[in-house]
């Protein structure tokens, strides 16, 4: 990495901090006119300025096409590019530019990131596996809800895919606690899916600490 490429990882980091500060901060109802307007000035500034480091960073590319495809590339063009729609307030997706912020790691000469994502690719069957079960799951969990409390809750569960909602909630372990069963079938059904839901989150635990051990052993 020479000087100026390094130069220019130090300023991405800049920019990301003070863009999510001014994103963060132009979102309080207290704020005086005034201050929105210097926070909107800011904040159109910083976009202006990701839209050129990400033009420079393309010219400065030993290879321009790996760059724009790479995982880099991607964020930095997202770090700009939805401001310019006009109309839509484009904050959430503004927030990946948190991600520029693992360029820290290859300013310190760490390569975890580049592990962990390996590590992730190296489990890719195991995870469709996963997600293959999971989306099953959620499924048969809705579709059985919708059986058992439609006609107890019309307006809760009225269709299969209102019955997603629950489902996912439940099976995540996160329970909201905003739709739940009354029937004694639906009660007994969601205690099922609660549980299974356990082994499910524990499924995904285990396969990254699984992928990441073995990129680690790889690495030594």
Known sequence: MNRLERALDWISVILVL???TVDTTSTMRSLEPAWKNTLSGLATAVTG????????????ARD???YVMSF????????WLPTL???VDSRAVRAVR????????KLARIDAENRFFKALWSMKEHWLVFIMTTVVVVYVASTCLYTLEHEAQPETFGSIPDCMWWAVVTITTVGYGDTYPVTPGGRLLGSVFALMGIGIVGMA??????ALVGSERKGR
């Open 49 to 60: 300025a990701f839209a050129a480091e990400y033009v420079l960073r393309i010219v400065l």
């Open 98 to 105: 948190l991600l520029r912020l693992l360029r820290l790691l």
């Open 64 to 66: 321009r096409r790996r």
């Open 72 to 79: 880099y590339g991607v964020v930095d063009l997202l770090a």
């Open 205 to 210: 635990g285990g396969i990254t600490a699984t």
């Open 85 to 87: 729609i006009v109309g």
């Open 18 to 20: 003070v863009g999510i």
